[in-house]
């Protein structure tokens, strides 16, 4: 198994423009959570998934952030009309029925 | 409104000493605790957990500390090396939703 894999690594974008997201977790686990993270911040958590179902999603996630999990493997996480306040690195981490998750290494968004 | 804060922003040790990393948390909900280590333009590695009924978890050279009644919990490591210096993060979850929530994170530099 080769972990959680998130794709692109970097995403460099003009204000206004859609962008999305994917995140491949490791392939058992049932649970998947994204995370945003600003500099100097811990992460924040967004929204997580248990199969294909979206159990929660936090205040942070806007109407503009739009997630899915269609078939409870992988997941991708779109944002509309980007703003300068939402580049940050995006963390996705998938846990089993252990409480332990497991990071990706982030996809950096610079929004211009 | 904070509820898990990591007070000391970074931390200097020397090769072969103790380095001890502490955090505090406010949710008595909170029943899993978590500490990843994380180096810029990667995501988080978890490193060890403790579980609110047990006070002590060690893993080789890590050592977490759990103060339920103080709602503090600590991170040993011992001897720290070079290759431990990165920033440092607790997190806390509860068990009904598994979500993380993080401190800002330690900065530990540990010199030859």
Known sequence: DTGVSQNPRH????RGQNVTFRCDPISE??????YRQTLGQGPEFLTYFQNEAQLEKSRLLSDRFSAER?????????IQRTEQGDSAMY????TGVAYEQYFGPGTRLTVT | ????????????????RISILNCDYTNSMFDYFLWYKKYPAEGPTFLISISSIKDKNEDGRFTVF??????HLSLHIVPSQPGDSAVYFCAASSSNTGKL?????TTLQVKP
């Open chain 1, 11 to 14: 995403k460099i974008t003009k």
């Open chain 1, 29 to 34: 686990h049932n649970r998947l959570y994204w």
């Open chain 1, 70 to 78: 269609p078939k409870g493997s992988f997941s991708t996480l779109e």
């Open chain 1, 91 to 94: 963390l996705c981490a998938s």
């Open chain 2, 1 to 16: 409104d904070q509820q898990v804060k990591q007070n000391s922003p970074s931390l200097s040790v020397q090769e072969g």
């Open chain 2, 66 to 71: 759990l103060n339920k009644s103080a709602k």
């Open chain 2, 101 to 105: 929530i993080f401190g800002q994170g």
